[in-house]
């Protein structure tokens, strides 16, 4: 369609153990299997993976994740929520999706998503934990 445009593009390495996570503008998502998905022909149309109303918005974000990872959702306003994707229950293929984020009444809409490593030893950047010094927190660089 004329409309269409590009969100994202994943990649599965393990259709046993991944599961396909999409998050709409107005703060909607959905996990669903990659069975679901049948594949598709080049020139083919693609394949819906939500429905799309006025109350979702549009996509704003896709990622394959598995169960060891969590999800940091921020939105334009500057609101950072993170979440284990354990929490967000299987759907099927073309459903709308949970309320993932409230946005509340102020015209906000989602600005990022990223999936992080919900191990315990690590930070949402990935880097070692913060250590003490002089009763002060410091990054190690």
């Known amino acids: 369609e004329d ?14 153990t991944e599961s396909i996570m999409v998050v709409s503008e107005q703060g909607y998502g959905k996990r669903s299997e990659v069975r679901t998905y049948r594949e598709t022909n080049r020139g083919g149309k693609g394949v819906k993976t939500m429905n799309i109303t006025e109350k979702t918005g549009k996509l704003a974000a896709i990622k394959s994740v598995t169960s060891e990872n969590d999800l940091m959702i921020i939105n334009k306003s500057g609101i950072a929520i993170r979440m284990k994707i354990d929490d967000i229950r299987v759907m099927g293929r073309a459903t709308q999706g949970v309320r993932l984020i409230n946005l509340g009444k102020r015209n906000d809409q989602i600005g990022s998503v990223c999936k992080v490593s919900s191990e315990n030893n690590e930070n949402e950047l990935g880097e070692e934990p913060k250590k003490k010094r002089n009763n002060q927190q410091i990054h190690k660089n």
């Not at 445009?5 to 994943?10: N, R």
């Open 3 to 16: 409309n269409d445009e590009i969100i994202g593009m994943i990649c599965i390495k393990n259709p046993e």
